[in-house]
């Protein structure tokens, strides 16, 4: 697997980055979250972005359990889910794939993510990055701890086409950083939904996951 806990030889010998980041006291980490149910194009190219942007050294996608805010929501198989974003992320040497919250089960808060990753690579909050969407933002106040996330990291945000962010309070505002990037307007639901119509989803999702989604049946 291409994990930041369960990684394949393969994986380790062409990439060599989990040994790197242990001992590189400069490292900057980026943390991507969400359901990834499927990963999409959208994610990859914020987390480049957002690579490019603020000099990461590497960015984590993170693969939630139960997300707090779709716990009556049914999601895929959470093995299917990782699957995807390890097909996707497999020619990326900057992207790894954790599975902490899968392996922590349970309600993934961000918070705890955020105290997992600090502690693994002992990164002060300057040089620990939380990547979200505006779309998060403006529901940020209500996530757990928030107040203890923006004292452990730094947090990001991306702009979402639709999103007005008038309401977001202006203290928090002055306390993240905008991610200069195109609007991107793809949405894992949009790719589910285009799937069970039977419509081309190729310039929606990464090329290397179409064929798990239907060899497994996914969406339809």
Not at 29 to 49: E, K, M, Q, T
Not at 80 to 96: D, G, S, T, V, Y
Not at 98 to 114: A, F, H, K, P
Request: charged letters at 25%; one cysteine or more; hydrophobic letters at 40%.
């Amino acid at each position: 697997m291409i994990t930041v806990d369960i990684l394949d030889n393969n994986f380790l010998s062409k990439n060599n980055t989990i040994n790197d980041l242990n001992s590189d006291k400069q490292r900057r980490i980026g943390i991507l979250g969400g359901s990834f149910d499927p990963v999409h194009l959208g994610h990859i190219r914020i987390a480049r972005i957002s690579l490019e942007k603020i000099s990461l050294d590497r960015v984590f996608f993170v693969p939630a359990a139960i997300p707090p805010h779709k716990q009556h929501v049914e999601l895929s198989d959470q093995r299917h889910r990782l699957k995807m974003l390890q097909l996707a992320l497999a020619n990326e040497p900057a992207f790894c794939v954790s599975d902490v919250e899968l392996r922590r089960q349970g309600v993934s808060y961000t918070i705890d993510t955020i105290y997992y990753f600090k502690k693994k690579y002992h990164l002060p909050p300057e040089r620990l990055f939380l990547i979200i969407g505006a779309d998060n933002l403006v529901h940020f106040h209500q996530w757990k701890a928030p107040q203890k996330i923006l004292q452990n990291c730094q947090l990001l945000v991306y702009r979402r086409p639709e999103v007005d962010l008038s309401m977001v309070d202006d203290h928090l505002k002055n306390q993240l950083q905008f991610i200069d990037a195109p609007l991107i307007d793809i949405s894992a639901s949009d790719i589910r939904e285009k799937i069970a119509s039977g419509q081309d989803i190729s310039q929606l999702a990464p090329p290397e996951i179409i064929p798990y989604i239907f060899r497994h049946h996914l969406y339809h």
